[in-house]
């Protein structure tokens, strides 16, 4: 038997459903703070996430889907071309490639789609998985350098996740500063390491010299005392930086959004600078963040266009899912109508009126003639159907019908001109 390939899943119904929930409900909310889609290709040149995500970062290191494209000649050069493993580098790209920066103003830009990671597959982490994200960026004229933007696009995921039904999230907040922060914060890190490097993991020994900011990811519990006592970023951070990290933090209070500093938070790719942030919820287990994200003052800059700052997020729509289940969301969705036809000839008339109920806003499912009662009462209930409407010869002789609703058992006859009405108001 043929089987999807390992780390990927066939999303079904009533799955599906929910799924759509939430991504009609996020649509919503971001058309309410002037988000407007944009849709890039699912592959893209390797160059672009290797100088945007980080060489050194798990993402590109391991875990890209990359292969060689042949040219159509002979002579034409391969190509290196990588599935996307996250999509903020394309929407960067689209920016500069476009020349969106012309137009002086911030651009407010959202996608919803799948990308890929070639991750050891476990709950909530999938080699072809799918976000929803959003980006601001924009010239500094136009305020892309603000506070507010970082203020408001919590404040847009708060409402947003409020909205979708999430209750238990928590929002975690860290500052990772600008580059030369990072560069003092990695040698406080190096020399503080070096004297307790031989009692820790070879993960933390071979991360002290790659990438010393990796270590505080190490979750091997004999190490936590001695990575609680590592110096902390925030205490790295010059005075803008400072500045502008203290003023994301009175602008979330006086909203009134709840967060916890968590100079821990070590988010997985190089292009932050500043705030950084994931929103974790407690029923996801090990892979506990439903979404990440942050600024990268100096991305645009390093794919070679101009000084553009922005921030941005992405949910992991998975464990969004996964999250609002724990919950005990349910993704089941009730139609308002089953249309049974009772005995031969009636498969005509249920069409008709099933058709005249449906072009009227009503949700329908129809059987068919060969169908006994029973049967239809049987699948009506699975369909999830409020209501099943007989078509019979009586019905259709006297242009009214029965309706009983399965849940109270209550049956009535109504006439054709009234019966879209009674179902939509009684469901
Ligand atoms: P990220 O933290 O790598 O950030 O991913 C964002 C979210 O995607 C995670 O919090 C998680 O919910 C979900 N996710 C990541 N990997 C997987 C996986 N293998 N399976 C299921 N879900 C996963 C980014 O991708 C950045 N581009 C976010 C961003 C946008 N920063 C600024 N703008």
Redesign the pocket.
């Known amino acids: 038997m043929m089987k999807a390939p390992r780390g990927t899943r066939d999303l079904l119904p009533p799955d599906t459903n929910l799924w759509n929930r939430v991504e009609a409900k996020v649509r919503d909310v971001l058309a309410r703070y002037n988000y407007h889609e944009v849709r890039t290709p699912i592959f893209e040149d390797t160059q672009l996430f290797s100088r945007s995500v980080g060489e050194e970062t798990d993402?590109v290191s391991k875990e890209m889907f990359t292969w060689e494209d042949r040219g159509r000649a002979q002579s034409d050069k391969a190509q290196s071309l990588t599935l996307r493993?996250?999509?903020?580098?394309s929407v960067v790209r689209a920016y500069i490639e476009h020349g969106l920066f012309k137009t002086g103003t911030l651009q407010k830009l959202y996608y919803i789609g799948p990308?890929f990671?070639r991750?050891r597959p476990q709950k909530?982490?999938?080699?072809q998985?799918?976000?929803i994200?959003?980006?601001i960026i924009g010239p500094p004229s136009a305020g892309s350098e603000s506070p507010l933007r970082d203020a408001e696009v919590l404040d847009m995921l708060a409402t947003l996740l409020d909205e979708v039904g999430l209750r238990g999230w928590q929002l975690q907040l860290n500052s990772v500063g600008c580059a030369a922060d990072r560069a003092r914060y990695n040698q406080a890190l190096r020399q503080a390491l070096q004297p307790v490097l031989h009692q820790m993991c070879d993960d933390c020994k071979r991360r002290a010299e790659t990438n010393p900011l990796r270590v505080l990811d190490c979750k091997v519990p004999e190490d936590q005392p001695i990575i609680e006592r590592l110096p902390r970023i925030l205490q790295y951070l010059d005075e803008p930086c400072r500045e502008h990290f203290a003023a994301v933090r009175a602008m979330l209070d006086a909203v009134g959004i709840a967060y916890v500093i968590n100079e821990r938070m070590v988010?997985?790719?190089d292009?932050?600078t500043r705030t950084t942030f994931?929103f974790t919820h407690g029923g996801l287990g090990s892979?506990n963040?439903?979404?990440?994200?942050?600024?990268?003052d100096g991305l645009s800059e390093s794919l070679d266009g101009p000084k553009a700052p922005?921030?941005?997020?992405?949910?992991?729509e998975?464990?969004?899912v996964l999250a609002l289940e724990s919950e005990g969301e349910t993704a089941v969705e009730k139609i308002q109508a089953y249309v049974a036809p009772l005995g031969t000839g009636m498969n005509v008339p249920a069409i008709k009126l099933a058709r005249e109920l449906r072009r009227a806003g009503v949700s329908a499912d129809l059987g068919d003639e060969s169908l006994r009662l029973k049967k239809s009462f049987d699948l009506a209930e699975k369909a999830g159907a409020r209501f099943i409407v007989i078509v019979g010869e009586n019905e259709v002789a006297s242009d009214q019908f029965t309706v009983k609703n399965l849940a109270s058992g209550q049956q009535v006859q109504i006439a054709r001109a009234e019966l879209a009405k009674y179902l939509s108001h009684n469901s």
């Open positions: 993402i493993p996250e999509n903020t580098a990308q990671r991750e909530g982490r999938y080699r998985f799918y976000q994200g959003a980006e988010r997985g790719l292009y932050y994931e892979q963040s439903v979404l990440g994200g942050g600024r990268y922005g921030i941005g997020f992405a949910i992991g998975d464990r969004l």
